[in-house]
């Protein structure tokens, strides 16, 4: 790694930094300027309870007190502290086991999202103009112009209400099979275009038309030269791929009840459980940022002529 690149890396990581302290700042300031309280909703709650329960988790403290502790606690400690309705359960025990379940979801539709959209922009460029690429193209077009709560309720209805081969609760056996396929077609269908688009690019190249005049096996000039550098656009794509699934997954997971980060996130908003809805705005923060810094990386990986700057 030369100094370009790691200067280009710590400067990112100092931009990240500022990035996630900025969704904190604003985060904890528009959670609190909207009225009403985590424990103004609790029945047969009276105001001395009230007043107790605040006293006991700080929130009877003047707002920007608690804003320096809680800033503190997550930067010395990464201490989100405990949630107010999961009662007697830390922040980042509830944020640890529904990453189990969002993280499996989401890496199994980034796989097969970037696998099946490489093929399918391949075919359709190597079959331009001819019904395969048409098809293709209609197909990835709806995928795109359709949002993923939309596509999960439609898979939800046809899978598990009509046909019912499918579970709808994500918690059961196979139930993570729907979530999957709906987070999956946007970005398929979006690497499926890129892909298309890029290998048109490339297969008019100069390089591409020698390589033909050389008599280089057509296999070979479509793997070992038109495939590889069409990719460069997917790998720049990745970290926001990866961004958008985990971000998609907030509304996926409510949908087909999965008990994944996104599920927690939801709840924890409509239950005002604070702790809860800053820990998971901050971890998904992170995520997003570190993505986009792994995408920067791996487009240099792919292509050496590019400079990180």
Do not use: C
Not at 61 to 85: C, E, H, N, W
Not at 235 to 256: D, H, K, N, R
């Amino acid at each position: 790694m030369n100094t370009k690149t790691l200067m280009y890396i710590v400067k990112r990581l100092i931009l990240a930094a500022v990035t996630v302290w900025v969704v904190i700042t604003v985060t904890f300031f528009v959670m609190h300027a909207v009225p009403g309280g985590p424990f103004i909703g609790e029945k047969a709650v009276t105001e001395t309870v009230r007043k107790a329960m605040e006293a006991k988790y700080g929130l009877d403290k003047p707002l920007m007190t608690q804003y320096f502790t809680y800033l503190g606690d997550v930067i010395t400690r990464f201490d989100f502290g405990p949630s107010l309705k999961s009662r007697g359960r830390q922040v980042i025990d509830i944020i640890a086991d529904g990453m189990k379940t969002s993280v499996k979801l989401g890496l199994i539709a980034a796989f097969i999202a970037l696998i099946v959209g490489i093929v399918l922009g391949s075919v359709a460029a190597l079959r331009r103009n001819r019904i395969i690429d048409r098809v293709i193209m209609v197909i990835t077009t709806a995928f795109v112009s359709m949002p993923s709560f939309i596509m999960g309720s439609l898979l939800l209805a046809l899978f598990a209400v009509k046909l019912k081969i499918l579970p709808a609760n994500g918690a059961a056996q196979g139930g993570l099979i729907l979530p999957i396929i709906t987070l999956s077609l946007y970005p398929m269908a979006y690497i499926t275009r890129l892909t298309r688009s890029s290998m048109l690019d490339v297969l008019g190249q100069d390089y591409i038309r020698t390589a033909k005049a050389k008599g280089v096996s057509r296999m070979r000039i479509i793997f070992g030269h038109a495939l590889k550098n069409s990719l460069i656009p997917v790998i720049t794509y990745f970290g926001p791929m990866l961004a958008y699934i985990v971000t998609g997954s907030l509304v996926v997971e409510q949908i087909f009840a999965v008990p994944g980060i996104g599920r927690a996130f939801v709840n924890s908003i409509t239950g005002r459980d604070y702790p809860l809805i800053m820990g998971t705005t901050i971890v998904l923060a992170i995520l997003i940022v570190v993505m986009n810094l792994i995408g920067d990386i791996l487009y240099k990986v792919a292509d050496p002529r590019i400079t990180l700057e």
